[in-house]
C-alpha cells in the first residue's frame, strides 16, 4: 500500500498548491493553464488510445459501457457524492463535484494504476506508483487552480480504487496479461480524451457514465 498512500499524499498536496496558487492567478493565466493542460491530456489520450487492436471491440465496449452507465447513472451518484463532500467540508467551490469527477477518472483510468497496482501488492515495488505519483501531483495544480478543493478530495478515489486493487493483487495477475492491459490502455485513453473535451469546452460529455467500457474491455479481454 506504500505506493498509494505516496499517491495519495501527492494528489492531495498538488491540490492545495494549485488552490493557494490559484487564487492569486488572473482569470486568464488560469485559463491558459487549462488550455495547456487539456491540450497535453488529448495527446496522452490519443497516445493511449491508439494501441488498440480490435477497433470493432473497443467501439462496442464503449457504446455498451456508456448505455449501462447512463442507465445506472453512474456519473449522477458520483457528482451527488462530490456533493455531499462538498457539503460536509463546507466548501464554496461552484465546480467540486465536477473537479471531483474529473480528477478521478484521469487518475484511475490508465494502465499504469493496474500494473503499478499489481507490481506494489505482489512483489512490493511501488517505483510504478512513485512515478504515477509524480506526475498525479503536477497535475492536480492546475486542475485545483480552476476547480478547486473538488481537485484535493479525488484522492479519496484513489485510495479507495487503487488500495484495493493493490490489496487484491495476487488474485489479479491476470490483469498483467498484454491483452487486458492494452484493452484497459486503450478504452482509459478514449475516455482520457473525453476529459480533455470537457477541460477545453468543447462539449460536456458525462465521462464517469462511460467507466463500465473498461470493465467491459476488461472481460472481453480475459474471457474471450
Excluded at 494502465?111 to 506494489?120: F, K, N, R, W, Y
Aim: charged share 10%; aromatic share 8%; glycine share 12%.
Amino acid at each position: 500500500m506504500t505506493g498509494t498512500l505516496v499517491n495519495t499524499g501527492s494528489i492531495i498536496a498538488g491540490g492545495l498548491i494549485g488552490i493557494s496558487v490559484g487564487g492569486y492567478l488572473p482569470e486568464r493565466i488560469k485559463t491558459i493553464m487549462v488550455q495547456a493542460l487539456g491540450l497535453s491530456v488529448l495527446l496522452v489520450g490519443i497516445q493511449m488510445a491508439l494501441t488498440v487492436t480490435n477497433l470493432i471491440v473497443t467501439i462496442g465496449c464503449m457504446l455498451a459501457g456508456a448505455i449501462t452507465g447512463e442507465l445506472i447513472k453512474i456519473e449522477y451518484w458520483v457528482e451527488r457524492f462530490g456533493e455531499w463532500l462538498k457539503e460536509h467540508t463546507r466548501s464554496s467551490s461552484s465546480t467540486f463535484a465536477e473537479g471531483f469527477m474529473s480528477a478521478s477518472v484521469l487518475y484511475l483510468t490508465g494502465a499504469m494504476m493496474i500494473v503499478g497496482s499489481i507490481q506494489d501488492g505482489t512483489i512490493g515495488d511501488s517505483t510504478t506508483l512513485y512515478v504515477k505519483s509524480l506526475l498525479d501531483g503536477v497535475i492536480a495544480i492546475p486542475l485545483a487552480s480552476t476547480f478547486g478543493i473538488g481537485v484535493a478530495f479525488s484522492a479519496i478515489s484513489v485510495f479507495l480504487v487503487q488500495g484495493s486493487l493493490t490489496l487484491l493483487a495476487s488474485h489479479l495477475l491476470f490483469m498483467q496479461d498484454p491483452d487486458v492491459l492494452n484493452a484497459v490502455t486503450a478504452t482509459g485513453g478514449l475516455l482520457i480524451v473525453g476529459i480533455s473535451t470537457n477541460l477545453l469546452k468543447i462539449t460536456k460529455i458525462r465521462i464517469g457514465n462511460f467507466l463500465p467500457a473498461i470493465f467491459y474491455a476488461i472481460a472481453w479481454a480475459v474471457f474471450v
